[in-house]
């Protein structure tokens, strides 16, 4: 139901969802019920959960899709950066602060939306920095960096 409200426009991308509390009274659902939905619609894109006691924002799912192929290309890249100054993954989850399951999910793609810190974490530990670029281009690392 909150998917077709939001698919019909009543909620445009970039409003606020109301409440968890106002969606529990007029759905007439149970709390988890309505946390769970807020969590499956966010991991399909559809809504940005900032954290408690935050409301949950609807995303723009063009803007979704563009950023998730513009990480994409930057994991990718990031990738081919590691495997050419020579550091397995295990060395960089420990240069990067970042668990070895996390890098191998990173580079493998299992993990779509992994997240702004975890990319600027892995790459900091390669010595690149992340070129912040429009939404209609792609983006790029000034790498690469000779290993210390």
Same mark, same amino acid.
């Given at each position: 139901?909150?998917?077709?409200?939001?698919?019909?426009?009543?909620?445009?991308?970039?409003?606020?969802?109301?409440?968890?509390?106002?969606?529990?009274?007029?759905?007439?659902?149970? +709390?988890?019920?309505?946390? +769970?939905?807020?969590?499956?619609?966010?991991?399909?894109?559809?809504?940005?959960?900032?954290?408690?006691?935050?409301?949950?924002?609807?995303?723009?799912?063009?803007?979704?899709?563009r950023q998730s192929a513009q990480c994409s290309t930057v994991v990718a890249e990031l990738t081919a950066l590691r495997r050419r100054s020579g550091y397995s993954q295990r060395e960089l989850a420990a240069?990067?602060? $970042?668990?070895?399951?996390?890098?191998?999910?990173?580079?493998?793609?299992?993990?779509?939306?992994?997240?702004?810190?975890?990319?600027?974490?892995?790459?900091?530990? $390669?010595?690149? +920095?992340?070129?912040?670029?429009?939404?209609?281009?792609?983006?790029?690392?000034?790498?690469?960096?000779?290993?210390?």
């Open positions: 139901m909150l998917r077709a409200d939001i698919a019909a426009g009543r909620f445009p991308p970039g409003s606020d969802l109301p409440s968890q509390r106002e969606l529990v009274a007029s759905f007439g659902a149970a +709390r988890p019920t309505v946390t +769970r939905a807020l969590h499956l619609l966010a991991e399909a894109g559809h809504v940005y959960l900032p954290g408690r006691g935050h409301s949950a924002r609807v995303v723009d799912p063009d803007a979704a899709v240069l990067s602060g $970042l668990s070895q399951s996390q890098v191998c999910e990173l580079e493998t793609g299992v993990t779509h939306s992994p997240g702004l810190g975890v990319v600027t974490r892995y790459a900091a530990a $390669l010595g690149a +920095r992340l070129a912040v670029v429009p939404d209609d281009q792609s983006p790029a690392t000034d790498g690469p960096h000779p290993r210390p």
